[in-house]
């Protein structure tokens, strides 16, 4: 049975320069790492109700995947996928299935991690299903919302957590921040095959019934309309420019993500003390953040620019 969803129906170098954000006078971090138990209770009250009740959207639990060949002849090659690395093998992640499911649990090295995709906000996070206190978990859609994005549940305490802030702002555990693991890009299937012809895809066989292939949000991705407001507002950009954000726990950055791949090339900069670069990968288009020491992927992924600057109000944006 289809949940009738009340929101559905809504129809380059070292020394990189960056644009410091001419941020409004409003009492919100530099980056969104908030500490204090009055941020996030501020948080907490600013949560809205997206329609569907929990799970009302429901999460993707044991996914089944598919050779790169059955994927081509279901989808267009042109189809958005998002593609994250799990143990060793690259795998693809059609947003016209994840639009109706948000979350996919999954386990990588024998541990529990979460892909998640908000399309409110077209953010893509993925998180480790380690609690700071070593307990596991998997999560759920709580069908709430905070800044149009997606708040998810972690079932072991069923805490709160917006999935742009990574912290928890209601429940047991409260001020904690979860492990984001980097890596995570987003493509095109044709891009990701061509890139991985070994790589495997989500299938369609997720155990639930939906109109996969189908977009419910209309043109919601390109329209200036926000189904659900932001705190904060800032008009640089149209609000669904995709920026690649990349934050710290002091920091935060935007980069324009077509003005950087026309430029191609690298760009190397500090954010938060940790030398960082960002490279232009020409074959999935897509732009790759990592430690410049230890190559190592960092947490960068695509996002509307409204939803990073309203998590980010102070952020830098890389000219």
Known sequence: MVVDLTRRRLVLATGAAFVTACAPQVDLPRAASPSS???LDEISRAITSGGPPPDGIPPIEQPRYVSVADAIAQWSEAASVDTFTIDGRPRAYPRMITVWHEIVNETSAGMPITITYCPLTGSVVVFSGRLANGATTSFGTSGMLYNSNLVMYDRATKSMWPQLLGVAVRGERKGERLAEIGGAMTTTLGRFAAAHPDGLVLSRDTGHVRAYGTWPYGDYDTSASI????RVRDERFH???IVVGVRSAAAALAIP????MKRGG???FTLG???LVARHDVDLAAVRVSDRRTQEPVSAYDVMWFAWYAFNPKTDVLA
């Open 227 to 230: 189904m659900f407001a932001p």
């Open 239 to 241: 609000p669904k420019k």
């Open 37 to 39: 138990s009055d941020e």
């Open 273 to 275: 003390g940790r030398e």
């Open 266 to 268: 690298e760009a190397a």
């Open 257 to 260: 993500k077509d003005e950087f």
